[in-house]
């Protein structure tokens, strides 16, 4: 991490170059050392360095696109198009793998955090040092701190086990509150991160700064951003009077839903040609909605207007698989998530067209981004679960339709109605992964595992070939892969190479 930690320092020279290009210059043409370090002097270059929301908006886990029930790679459609799927990471994240994940060169999640993190720790290891305004160091502080903790809280859920009373002990991370190289790596228990990471949210939500000024300033720190982070973070630690609590707080500033019944439009069709040269040869059109239509103009993410905290998980390999389980939750005819997210025949679009193979892909942003940082509709899902879970199955099901009635054509199919609270929770369950397939499901499981309602417990199961480092054994007999609730793969394996820049300081999860 010490490698990862000096890379960050001469990457965020970058960031501020619009307000340090000479010390820029300078600070670039020396050779990497321990010693080498920003010149920050004021409130408005440790602003900039927050307000660059390239820095922080995208978050590539690969745990989140595989390894749940919501993907959906079968061996059926993998014998259609073997050559498509050519990653080997695909196979060992979605089978919870162990022994080759550590290898893997590409695995980016955990030093893409952990550069947020140092940013924040930069902005807060200098915002009293530097002139400037208390007002403009408050709106910083809380900032770098909704970070910091969003950070942690991410890497926990993907690295760590569940925190519970037995686990509280187990191996967390490495805890970094400096831009310091010399501050220790060795990982702290479980217990130490959560206590910074609720230390940090109890700092951010002191900002002063609301959701709307002059147009939403979704990517920075709100009071309805950080309260529905809050939300996120007690419904995962079971406390749902304070998940209910911070939810009514986010949706009391804000509460804005798009609305798919009149808002949601289909944008630029594509068109292939499938089995060319053949007597069943056609044009087929795929329909994608508007969102997909600009790679790299972020007007429209930007613009989605339920966002209360801008983030994206990004798939570089660009096809969510839905899973057959996934498909099955939709009510096709009525749905408009179905309609516009599901796009029909989309493994065309990945070469899956001689011979042909027809299978949807989930689509929001282009082919490769979700939204993942807490939205309008991820608030209203968070309040109607808590109060299911306390036992009021009336309220759960008037707090869901709110958001029903945005997403399904109007008719008697939008209002739920449950018959109990068992039956509330399981109605709330299904209505967030069909709202947020992959982004939330993986956290999601780990809490359903780890709380005191057996009826929503996951087992994961899969069936798939045999694999090795470098190949999947396509020509043996598939086998039951299964990821029961207590084990403890629910620890993604920690990249071998930063195990190895820490000089095995960090230690790798025990499996």
């Keep these: 991490m010490n490698n990862t930690y000096k890379f960050i320092a001469k990457y965020l020279c970058l960031a501020t170059i619009t307000f340090l290009l000479p010390s820029c210059e300078k600070f670039l043409e020396e050779p990497p050392s321990k010693t080498s370090s920003l010149v920050v002097k004021t409130t408005a270059q440790l602003d900039a360095l927050l307000n660059n929301q390239n820095s922080f908006y995208t978050e590539e886990s690969r745990t989140n696109i595989y390894s749940t029930d919501d993907y959906g790679l079968t061996t059926d459609l993998y014998n259609a198009g073997r050559g498509v799927f050519s990653s080997m990471a695909t196979f060992q994240f979605m089978l919870w793998d162990t022994q080759y994940l550590p290898d893997d060169t590409r695995e980016s999640f955990w030093s893409g955090e952990y550069k947020k993190i140092f940013t924040a720790n930069l902005a807060l290891n200098n915002v009293d040092k530097v002139t400037g305004t208390d007002a403009e160091k408050a709106i910083i502080k809380a900032d770098a701190h909704f970070i910091r903790a969003y950070s942690y809280w991410e890497l926990a859920n993907t690295y760590c086990l569940p925190y519970t009373e037995q686990n509280k002990n187990e191996a967390g991370l490495p805890i970094k509150t400096s831009t310091s190289f010399e501050e220790p790596l060795a990982r702290q228990p479980l217990e130490k991160v959560y206590q910074l990471i609720e230390a940090d949210l109890v700092e951010a939500l002191k900002t002063p700064v609301s959701l709307i000024q002059n147009g939403r300033r979704h990517w920075r720190a709100s009071k309805a951003g950080v309260n529905a982070f809050a939300a996120r973070y007690y419904l995962n630690r079971n406390n749902n009077a304070k998940a209910i609590e911070h939810a009514n707080a986010a949706l009391a500033e804000y509460s804005t839903l798009v609305d798919y019944n009149t808002e949601m439009k289909y944008g630029k069709d594509q068109s292939i040609t499938i089995n060319s040269g053949t007597p069943t040869a056609q044009t087929v059109v795929l329909k994608y909605p508007y969102t997909h239509d600009n790679q790299t ?215």
Excluded: C
Excluded at 360 to 377: E, L, N, R
Excluded at 388 to 399: I, V
């Design 297 to 511: 103009d972020q007007t429209d993410m930007v613009g989605w207007k339920e966002f209360l905290y801008f983030r994206m998980l990004n798939h570089g390999s660009w096809w969510y698989i839905p899973s057959q389980d996934l498909l099955n939750l939709y009510d096709k005819d009525h749905d408009l998530r179905y309609q516009y997210h599901m796009v029909e025949g989309y493994s065309y679009d990945r070469g899956m067209t001689k011979p042909s193979y027809d299978y949807p892909g989930y689509i929001f942003f282009f082919k490769d981004k979700i939204p993942s940082g807490p939205t309008v509709a991820e608030v209203l899902l968070t309040k109607a679960e808590a109060q299911a879970r306390s036992n009021d199955p009336s309220g759960a099901m008037a707090t869901l339709n709110i958001l029903r009635a945005k997403r399904l054509k109007p008719g008697a199919w939008v209002n739920l109605v449950a018959s109990g609270k068992d039956d509330a929770i399981k109605k709330v369950i299904e209505e967030r992964r069909r709202e947020m397939p992959f982004v939330q499901r993986w956290f999601d499981i780990r809490r359903y595992n780890n709380n005191d309602d057996p009826n929503d417990d996951v087992v994961l199961t899969r069936s798939f070939y045999p694999f090795t480092a470098s190949s999947v054994s396509f020509s043996e007999t598939a086998k039951t892969y299964t990821l029961p609730k207590n084990s403890r793969r629910y620890a993604a394996p920690i990249p071998r190479t930063e195990i190895i820049s820490s000089n095995s300081a960090i230690e790798q999860n025990s499996y």
